[in-house]
């Protein structure tokens, strides 16, 4: 597995950027540039990457609903997709991601309406439209499991699959978004070895944090650095290492770099312990 994150610094290039990517000792990175980049730009940082051996995880299309019952906000919602997943064909990121949408107010917030037969339906539609659209040949268009919206299980995921029906549809995994339960969380390695088994071909990206349940009525549980919550560790990096030694984990939501720092140690610890090489 290669090992990615933030950078928590400004670049001024591609080679300044490909610097600041190897020096924190990740061979992984989300995309340094944006969807305005001209072409020359993106061949630049594309080329870097290759030159210092760094794979381009993931575009993020964060922000945008395809989904929305407001029609304004789902075209937008589409056309923002799509041009993600133009920058991220363009410049050979692994994959395009971003959550399903939502039915309620926010564009990944929940909603009564999220979980429904109607829903999954428009989201099968709206994936097929984007991937139609833009016809990406490098890329992959992925889904981030959530734990209010579709994809919110591996079964939903492999069902999402089928039904999409796009050879550029692909998963993009967080297993901490999965755990939405008590079960869940203190069953996640088999949560886990579910997922690999059912998606573990199709997955192009993974983002990995840590899950704390805390002693609070009704149920509360909360993000937090890998290793300091109660994610079965040794499953998940066991399961990354059966997959494309290539295949980027990156570390998300943290705001220091010493915890990301510690992040990246925990996992090199775990798949040292697992005997999973890390690229």
Not at 109 to 129: M, Y
Not at 245 to 258: C, K, Q, T, W
């Amino acid at each position: 597995m290669r090992i990615g994150g933030a950078l928590f610094s400004n670049y001024s290039g591609p080679d300044e950027w490909a610097q600041l990517v190897t020096g924190q000792g990740y061979s992984a990175a989300f995309c340094p540039v944006d969807e305005d980049a001209d072409g020359e730009t993106v061949r630049a940082y594309a080329e870097a990457a290759e030159r210092h051996w760094i794979v381009i995880a993931e575009v993020g299309a964060w922000g945008n609903n395809p989904v929305s019952p407001d029609e304004e906000t789902r075209k937008a919602g589409i056309e923002g997709c799509c041009r993600r997943l133009e920058l991220a064909d363009r410049i050979g990121a692994n994959c395009c991601v971003n959550v399903s949408g939502s039915r309620g107010e926010r564009w990944a917030g929940p909603d009564g309406d999220n979980l429904t037969a109607d829903t999954f339906a428009l989201i099968v539609d709206s994936v097929r439209e984007i991937i139609d659209t833009v016809a990406p040949t490098r890329t992959y268009y992925t889904l981030e499991t959530m734990p209010w919206l579709y994809p919110d299980s591996a079964r939903c995921y492999a069902d999402l699959i089928r039904a999409i029906d796009r050879d550029r549809f692909a998963v993009h995994l967080d297993p901490v978004n999965l755990v939405n339960s008590p079960e869940r969380y203190y069953n996640s390695g088999a949560m886990i070895e579910e997922c690999f088994e059912l998606l573990g071909p199709h997955i192009k990206s993974v983002h990995t944090k840590d899950i704390n349940l805390k002693d609070e009525l009704t149920l509360h549980m909360s993000e937090c650095t890998p290793g300091e919550g109660n994610l079965d560790w040794r499953t998940f990096v066991r399961e990354l290492g059966r997959l494309d030694d290539n295949l980027p984990v990156m570390i998300e939501h943290l705001s220091e770099p010493a915890d990301c720092r510690a992040a990246a140690a925990h996992l090199r610890n775990m798949a040292q312990v697992e005997g999973v090489k890390v690229v």
